[in-house]
């Protein structure tokens, strides 16, 4: 498993502490930014982490702005993308099994690191389970082509 991150200012604290997550567990990852706490625009780093993930160079990727809003709008704009902004462990584990999302975000200013923590590791270890499921997403993938004009 490798995983793209990313984070804008309002987002920089908690990414680091995700970052050291991801090294406890062995996990690859790679930051995409930003690096400090000083004013940006959260497009600028969900666009890499976004793509990076749609091409398959990563397998999955975590954004973490203030909210998780900005975040988590920006990278659905990109095709083949399934982000979800999550706050409870309940949702972590149902947007892998029901959604097979492949980017999560978070908000820095609404959630603690002990909970972030929590959210990471169940949003990564848990399976997409399949069946009727993958049915629904087939019928956004028809809903992103259509509006990409490919259907
Ligand atoms: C930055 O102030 C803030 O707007 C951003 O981090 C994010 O919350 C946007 O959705």
Not at 32 to 52: H, I, N, Q, R
Request: with cysteine; aromatic share 6%.
């Amino acid at each position: 498993m490798r995983v793209a991150l990313g984070a804008d200012h309002g987002g920089f604290r908690l990414k680091e502490e995700i970052k050291s997550l991801l090294e406890e567990m062995n996990i690859a990852c790679e930051d995409f930014g930003c690096d400090c706490e000083t004013s940006v625009d959260y497009p600028d780093y969900a666009l890499p982490v976004a793509e990076k993930v749609a091409a398959g160079e990563f397998d999955r990727g975590i954004l973490i702005c203030g909210t998780g809003i900005g975040m988590s709008i920006a990278a659905n704009k990109v095709p083949g993308i399934r982000c979800a902004l999550v706050h409870d462990m309940f949702s972590a584990k149902a947007t892998r099994e029901h959604n097979d999302t492949n980017v999560l975000t978070m908000g820095e200013r609404v959630i603690g690191p002990g909970l972030a923590r929590e959210i990471v590791k169940i949003w990564l270890e848990t399976e997409f389970q399949g069946g009727r499921h993958q049915r629904r997403i087939d019928k956004v993938t028809d809903i992103e082509a259509k509006h990409l004009g490919v259907k």
